[in-house]
């Protein structure tokens, strides 16, 4: 699996769309990217995943590079509680193995 | 549903001892996993399951069991702790075997002295 790098931390202003970014340049073809946070001490939340084309769902965007080498997160209004760690993964399909790296810590401020 | 629960909540053990952490779902999920997260760090795969009877290792399968009798439960077996072990545990579960959205249970906070 691609490994993935992700800035340590982001600060995201309340009501503003909060962009995390993610680089996997070394991702193969059939892996996926998929996102997940955590809130506090919490279990970890799915977010969304994607393989080549952009994904939205009631939470976020994903949008992946033509070229797949990185992408970005979209969290289009960001609220106080979506102040979390938020982990960018690679996973081959087939595969049912999760690498979690350490994450990027985002802070939405009042 | 309650979806997935872990027991204990928290839990301490003395260096040697043995014990069973708790993992079920009642969401009819094929895929169960275990991890670990140590302070500060991202979470790290134990052991995963795709089915009953089925069980593998993670990234990190030393001085733990596993199996998986039912589909509901998935326990996690510490043979002979360590301080090393000292984490906190999350058990997890997906519909699909390939896991696209995995379920996350509260956690169980070890520590061993």
Known sequence: DAKTTQPTSMDCAE??????????????????????????SQGPQYIIHGLKNNETNEMASLIITEDRKSSTLILPHATLRDTAVYYCIARTSGTYKYIFGTGT?????A | NAGVTQTPKFQVLKTGQSMTLQCAQDMNHEYMSWYRQDPGMGLRLIHYSVGAGITDQGEVPNGYNVSRSTTEDFPLRLLSAAPSQTSVYFCASSYQREAYEQYFGPGTRLTVT
């Open chain 1, 15 to 40: 009501g503003r769309a909060a962009n995390l970014p993610c680089n996997h340049s070394t991702i193969s073809g059939n892996e996926y990217v998929y996102w997940y946070r955590q809130i506090h």
């Open chain 1, 105 to 109: 810590r985002l802070k939405v401020l």
